[in-house]
């Protein structure tokens, strides 16, 4: 049997609701799975009008009462926006608050079973706090939401999987995080991520920090202090490691196949690398929650929000990636 998706909605003023509508006039994706839409009918309607799609929208409380085929939008619908103060492209705090709840609602139908996996479009963090969120992003929900302590991020864009050492962190500060035991303790969590999707015997690389991986100290000496002793004590534990790797041609190879995977040390060296690739298919998915989770790694475009011209093409993308790993992805605790 095909894996159930759940796609919560996302912002109700940004591109979620196109891209979603767009997304499900794609004959692969019905094809690849069976999606059910988290949201609000009626602005999925809106959507659809917007983009003069003709698909049948199918109103459930369950996802077992959906048909499941090609021309039909399943929605698990929540009364939680009043169309007629809605303003796309505009932060909304009934819009910050309905992202929450359509997030809340699939991650409760994947602890009951109901859906195999979340495949979550845009929210936006001004809205999120104009409706008293206490959360900025979507991987702070989810681990709220399902008590997981330290979910980890990856990449994937082609056959390339980029892990991240730090994300939101100054350059500064990202280098300042570079110990020989944080190191080890991170490989070590990519090495049970890689598990969990089906790879049982993954190599990782880390990508170099200093250019030509330091040159022996004489561009810096992170690599020799830090970087290098961290994935020896990592080695030591049975996962297979190449590195350090200069960064100017470790994502090259792994594109080529060489690698399962690489650490990226800090946010725009593993960002950059993917979005050069292949801006529109860099997907970004949360490893460690008790669901496979999968995202777009784009905004909610505000700008172009309502005028049906934003691309699918992310979001498509998404779907058909939460739907290859929910099949034998196995939960794990991710643990520092």
Not at 78 to 83: A, D, Y
Not at 276 to 283: A, L, P, S
């Amino acid at each position: 049997m095909k894996s159930i998706i759940a796609i919560p909605m996302g912002d109700a003023a940004g591109i979620g609701p196109e891209i979603v509508v767009s997304a499900l006039n794609n004959r692969k994706i019905h094809e690849t799975c069976s999606p059910v839409v988290i949201g609000n009918t009626a602005v999925i309607n809106q959507a659809k009008e917007i983009l003069n799609i003709d698909l049948k929208i199918i109103e459930i409380n369950d996802p077992e009462q959906a048909k499941y085929e090609y021309g039909t939008i399943n929605v698990v619908s929540l009364p939680n926006i009043k169309t007629e103060q809605l303003k796309k492209g505009v932060v909304q705090a009934q819009c910050g608050q309905a992202a929450y709840d359509y997030i809340k609602k699939s991650v409760e139908l994947a602890a009951a079973g109901k859906v195999q996996a979340i495949a979550t479009t845009p929210i936006n963090k001004e809205s999120l706090r104009a409706g008293s969120v206490p959360h900025i992003g979507h991987t702070e929900i989810l681990a709220d939401l399902t008590d997981t302590a330290n979910p980890l991020t990856m990449f994937e864009v082609r056959n390339m999987r980029i892990f991240f050492f730090t994300r939101h962190l100054s350059l500064k500060d990202a280098i300042g995080e570079i110990t020989k035991n944080k190191i080890a303790d991170h490989l070590q969590m990519c090495d049970q991520a890689l598990k969990s999707i089906g790879i049982k015997h993954g190599k990782i690389a880390v990508a170099a920090l200093n250019p030509h991986g330091g040159e022996g100290g004489m561009f810096g000496t992170e690599e020799m202090k830090e970087i290098k002793p961290g994935i020896e004590m990592a080695r030591q534990n049975g996962i297979d490691i190449a590195g350090v790797i200069p960064a100017d041609s470790v994502f090259h190879q792994a594109l080529q196949g060489k690698y399962d995977a690489v650490l990226s040390l800090y946010h725009d060296q593993g960002h950059i690398a993917a979005k050069m690739t292949d801006f529109e298919k860099t997907i970004s998915i949360t490893l460690g929650l008790p669901f496979i989770r999968t995202s777009v790694d784009h905004g909610t475009a505000f700008d172009i929000a309502g005028k049906g011209i934003a691309s699918s093409v992310s979001m498509e993308e998404c779907i058909i990636l939460a739907a290859k790993y929910a099949k034998h992805y196995s939960p794990y605790s991710l643990n520092r």
